[in-house]
């Protein structure tokens, strides 16, 4: 399933954009945007033609199918220890409008957020769309655990809500539950909101374990709003389909009320919706062979990024990126790029502020949701250039 045979790379030089195969030059490996580059597991084309064939496409409810609601209910309850209520948990246009959904109906223009940084860009950009304030909280740029005390420090009258982002792109890092119940326990003293992306929460590494924040207890979870999606775990970006959970009715009210789904909108695909409830209740032996290979591919990328002078690659514990300090090289993350992009003919990602926040800069991350043969290819193009 995961093999070079398997990618079919004249698809996706048509078909995958957002830096990747179809954005870049001819010749360019993007080792770019978290996509994988394997097909999607068989179950989820069959549902999809199987639902398309009986020719209706109608209406459904606003707040998501049963199948859907129930499907990632049962997932939170059995996965992840969280008691899941279907009639919470509804479907949405990707994680990232999930994201964008929970800002607009908990934040008012002025009010303040605070994002870890580096962080993914979407926090910051969701937050300043609806005129409030993201407030970096700058993190180690690697796995080491978090001071939370700091945190404890940006916090003002303003302060609505926090957004966590476990497992953390683009670090890799996965929050321990140890250090989850010190940030619950701040969240709680302070009455703010928590906003958990666990879009990642599939793709962790073992020994790490990966910890729910809505687990920790009742009262943390009343306080927090989940969200995942389906690109990561299962590469289907391009339906644009995402979960969110509230954990009381008040809150998904709200929530609702800021999608427009009973309003205007009424909903999300169904296609997305089948495929995305396929997933979930089919494609479990799909996303434990996906890991097995991320997890191969990750060792094998991390040690042949530390034999590159000047790269120093921290392994991740979740997330399949690499997020590599490449300080030592003497160029910024942009140069870097510039020139692997050029020379080596390699497309990474370089730690701008507009992607990963000011604490990213010094690396560069590099997807490996990959074949072995791609990726030892990148690494030799790279390595031949550094090394020069
Ligand atoms: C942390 C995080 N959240 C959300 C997303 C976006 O997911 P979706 O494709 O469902 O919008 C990404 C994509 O890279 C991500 O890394």
């Given at each position: 399933?995961?093999?070079?045979?398997?990618?079919?790379?004249?698809?996706?030089?048509?078909?995958?954009?957002?830096?990747?195969?179809?954005?870049?030059?001819?010749?360019?490996?993007?080792l770019?945007?978290a996509?994988?580059?394997?097909?999607?597991?068989?179950?989820?084309?069959?549902?999809?033609?199987?639902?398309?064939?009986?020719?209706?496409?109608?209406?459904?409810?606003?707040?998501?199918?049963?199948?859907?609601?129930?499907?990632?209910?049962?997932?939170?309850?059995?996965?992840?220890?969280?008691?899941?209520?279907?009639?919470?948990?509804?479907?949405?246009?990707?994680?990232?409008?999930?994201?964008?959904?929970?800002?607009?109906?908990?934040?008012?223009?002025?009010?303040?957020?605070?994002?870890f940084d580096p962080v993914d860009?979407?926090?910051?950009?969701?937050?300043?769309?609806?005129?409030?304030?993201?407030?970096?909280?700058a993190i180690p740029a690697g796995i080491a655990n978090v001071n939370?005390?700091?945190?404890?420090?940006?916090?003002?009258?303003?302060?609505?809500?926090?957004?966590?982002c476990n497992p953390l792109n683009p670090t890799g890092k996965v929050f321990t539950?140890?250090e989850?119940?010190?940030?619950?326990?701040?969240?709680?003293?302070?009455?703010?909101?928590?906003?958990?992306?666990?879009?990642w929460?599939?793709i962790v590494f073992e020994p790490a374990v990966f910890?729910?924040?809505?687990?920790?207890?009742?009262?943390?979870?009343?306080?927090?709003?989940?969200?995942?999606?389906?690109?990561?775990?299962?590469?289907?970006?391009?339906?644009?389909?995402?979960?969110?959970?509230?954990?009381?009715?008040?809150?998904?009210?709200?929530?609702?009320?800021?999608?427009?789904?009973?309003?205007?909108?009424?909903?999300?695909?169904?296609?997305?919706?089948?495929?995305?409830?396929?997933?979930?209740?089919?494609?479990?032996?799909?996303?434990?062979?996906?890991?097995?290979?991320l997890t191969n591919m990750k060792n094998l990328l991390v040690n042949e990024l530390n034999t590159i002078p000047g790269f120093k690659c921290i392994a991740p514990e979740g997330c399949y990126v690499a997020f590599t300090d490449i300080q030592q090289t003497?160029?910024?993350s942009?140069?870097l790029?510039?020139?692997?992009?050029?020379?080596?003919?390699?497309?990474v990602v370089p730690g701008?502020?507009?992607w990963f926040g000011?604490g990213a800069e010094g690396h560069i991350r590099m997807s490996f949701a990959?074949?072995?043969?791609?990726l030892?290819?990148?690494m030799?193009?790279i390595?031949?250039?550094v090394?020069?």
């Amino acid at each position: 399933m995961f093999q070079n045979t398997s990618i079919q790379f004249e698809l996706l030089k048509k078909r995958a954009f957002n830096l990747r195969w179809a954005a870049v030059p001819e010749g360019v490996i993007p080792l770019t945007a978290a996509d994988p580059d394997f097909p999607s597991a068989p179950e989820i084309a069959e549902a999809i033609s199987g639902f398309a064939k009986e020719k209706y496409y109608c209406y459904v409810a606003p707040e998501g199918m049963t199948d859907f609601k129930e499907s990632i209910a049962h997932y939170f309850q059995t996965k992840r220890h969280v008691p899941v209520s279907p009639a919470l948990a509804f479907p949405v246009n990707s994680a990232a409008h999930g994201i964008y959904l929970t800002c607009k109906a908990f934040l008012n223009p002025g009010d303040e957020a605070i994002i870890f940084d580096p962080v993914d860009f979407l926090f910051r950009y969701s937050i300043e769309a609806v005129n409030a304030k993201a407030v970096s909280f700058a993190i180690p740029a690697g796995i080491a655990n978090v001071n939370f005390e700091e945190l404890e420090t940006l916090i003002t009258p303003r302060t609505k809500m926090i957004c966590l982002c476990n497992p953390l792109n683009p670090t890799g890092k996965v929050f321990t539950k140890a250090e989850l119940t010190q940030l619950a326990k701040i969240v709680s003293q302070h009455g703010l909101l928590i906003l958990s992306d666990e879009i990642w929460s599939d793709i962790v590494f073992e020994p790490a374990v990966f910890t729910s924040m809505a687990s920790i207890d009742e009262a943390i979870r009343q306080q927090t709003i989940t969200i995942t999606g389906f690109s990561k775990s299962y590469g289907l970006a391009g339906l644009r389909i995402g979960a969110v959970i509230a954990h009381n009715q008040k809150h998904f009210q709200m929530l609702m009320d800021a999608s427009l789904h009973y309003s205007t909108i009424h909903g999300v695909s169904v296609l997305s919706q089948v495929a995305a409830t396929t997933a979930l209740n089919q494609c479990d032996y799909w996303l434990k062979g996906f890991v097995n290979h991320l997890t191969n591919m990750k060792n094998l990328l991390v040690n042949e990024l530390n034999t590159i002078p000047g790269f120093k690659c921290i392994a991740p514990e979740g997330c399949y990126v690499a997020f590599t300090d490449i300080q030592q090289t003497n160029l910024t993350s942009q140069a870097l790029y510039e020139r692997l992009l050029n020379e080596a003919k390699v497309a990474v990602v370089p730690g701008l502020k507009q992607w990963f926040g000011e604490g990213a800069e010094g690396h560069i991350r590099m997807s490996f949701a990959t074949s072995e043969v791609v990726l030892r290819e990148a690494m030799q193009r790279i390595k031949r250039e550094v090394k020069g």
